[in-house]
């Protein structure tokens, strides 16, 4: 399955592809870190919205594509928010993954990540930040990154993703 996690409306996807878009029907929480997707339902967050089972989409995907504003050389508020309430797809326990300390999969998947994020004048310094922040990512979800894009405008996202 291909997950697509967008602050962008409108997007194009493919027949089987799981959108997640800002939606005002939905109500979105914040992650508490409280940990209880951890210990009380592991692999599910437990604050109940539409979001809660974040983990276990992440858990069946194969291909994550992430699209969202350049906020500061990092992520939209609702793309952060969502990346955020997905911690479930990973465990509580530990192992060492170049030389550093990491959390444990939960699942057995390799998670193929792309990025696309759009806007006027990214300086330098965002896109080198953005690439920290997707390459830290891609580690704690033992992933392999594809790609990062950096667009002008959600025009030229939308003509990419056709």
């Given at each position: 399955m291909r997950l697509i996690i967008s602050d962008v409306l409108n997007l194009p996807s493919k027949t089987?592809?799981?959108?997640?878009?800002?939606?005002?029907?939905?109500?979105?929480?914040?992650?508490i870190g409280c940990?209880?997707?951890w210990i009380k339902t592991p692999g599910q967050c437990i604050i109940k919205d539409n979001y809660m089972n974040m983990g276990e989409l992440l858990g069946h995907c194969n291909e994550l594509?992430?699209?969202?504003?350049?906020?500061?050389?990092?992520?939209?508020?609702?793309?952060?928010?969502?990346?955020?309430?997905?911690?479930?797809?990973?465990?509580?326990?530990?192992?060492?993954?170049?030389?550093?300390?990491?959390?444990k999969q939960r699942y057995d998947n390799i998670i193929n990540i792309s990025a696309h994020f759009y806007g006027i004048n990214i300086t330098e310094k965002e896109k080198a930040?953005?690439?920290?922040?997707?390459?830290?990512?891609?580690?704690?979800f033992s992933?392999?990154?594809?790609?990062?894009?950096?667009?002008?405008?959600?025009?030229e996202i939308k003509g990419a993703l056709a």
């Open positions: 089987g592809d799981k959108l997640i878009i800002p939606d005002s029907t939905l109500k979105i929480h914040h992650c940990f209880g997707c594509i992430l699209v969202s504003e350049c906020v500061y050389g990092g992520f939209s508020p609702f793309v952060k928010n969502v990346l955020d309430r997905s911690i479930s797809y990973i465990s509580p326990y530990f192992t060492t993954r170049n030389k550093e300390m990491h959390h930040t953005v690439l920290n922040i997707i390459a830290a990512n891609a580690v704690n992933a392999v990154v594809n790609g990062i894009v950096f667009h002008n405008s959600v025009d």
